[in-house]
């Protein structure tokens, strides 16, 4: 079955204390994607990566880390997380078309509920 | 930079009614995708229906349908004969249709309830 895999779905974690939310894909896709959604803000983009080793920053990338090691994999890293990253994240993937035009349908994860207090 | 913009925070319509959900968005380009995107209680994403602005004609899907309007920047969703399973949050998206960094921007949302 195509799909997107975060883990975990869930977790609370300290101020400053450093965790890493994975995402894993099995369809071979080349772009994949970092949201997180925030009441009344909609999703927003954090970081996309348009092959291994090939990374760039979204519209809120403050705080956050991210590495494409292996094509399937793209995981979230927060070194030193605050309660203002307390949100509900996901993860995206898709076919890149041509000229680097990424294919419109976008595969989401289940999502990852993340709270710090 | 784009922007979309869901004007409508909440909406109810009765089982097997008619609703329409309203987008508009904020762009210089010409070429681009707009889609909606249904958010269940799951938290899933779920790809709804998907236009492109070089066809002309409104995308349809099943009970879903969407008005385009290119020239007013406009793109408003029509869910008919609603359903219980259709009670969920609804997300407009944009993406452009050329360059190398996509990415879709999404609207706000609006949260949709189907009662009886």
């Known amino acids: 079955e195509a799909q997107v895999t975060q883990n975990p779905r869930y977790l609370i974690t300290v101020t400053g204390k450093k965790l890493t939310v994975t995402c894993s894909q099995n369809?071979?896709?080349?772009?994949m994607s970092w949201y997180r959604q925030d009441p009344g803000l909609g999703l927003r983009q954090i970081y996309y990566s348009m092959n291994v080793e090939v990374t760039d920053k979204g519209d809120v990338p403050e705080g956050y880390k991210v590495s494409r090691k292996e094509k399937r994999n793209f995981p979230l890293i927060l070194e030193s997380p605050s309660p203002n990253q307390t949100s509900l994240y996901f993860c995206?993937?898709?076919?890149?078309?041509?000229?680097?035009?990424?294919?419109?349908?976008?595969?989401f994860g289940q999502g990852t509920r993340l709270t710090v207090v | 930079a784009q922007t979309v913009t869901q004007s409508q925070p909440e909406m109810s319509v009765q089982e097997a009614e008619t609703v329409t959900l309203s987008c508009t968005y904020d762009?210089?380009?010409?070429?681009?995708?707009l889609f909606w995107y249904k958010q269940p209680p799951s938290r899933q994403m779920i790809l709804v229906i998907r236009q492109e602005a070089y066809k002309q004609q409104n995308a349809t899907e099943n009970r879903f349908s969407v008005n385009f309007q290119k020239a007013a920047k406009s793109f408003s969703l029509k869910i008919s004969d609603s359903q219980l399973g259709d009670t969920a949050m609804y997300f407009c998206a944009f993406m452009k249709h050329t360059g190398t960094a996509s990415k879709l921007t999404f609207g706000t949302g609006t949260r949709l309830q189907v009662t009886l």
């Open positions: 762009t210089s380009e010409s070429n681009y995708y």
């Open positions: 995206a993937s898709s076919f890149l078309g041509g000229r680097g035009v990424m294919n419109t349908e976008a595969f």
């Open positions: 369809m071979n896709h080349e772009y």
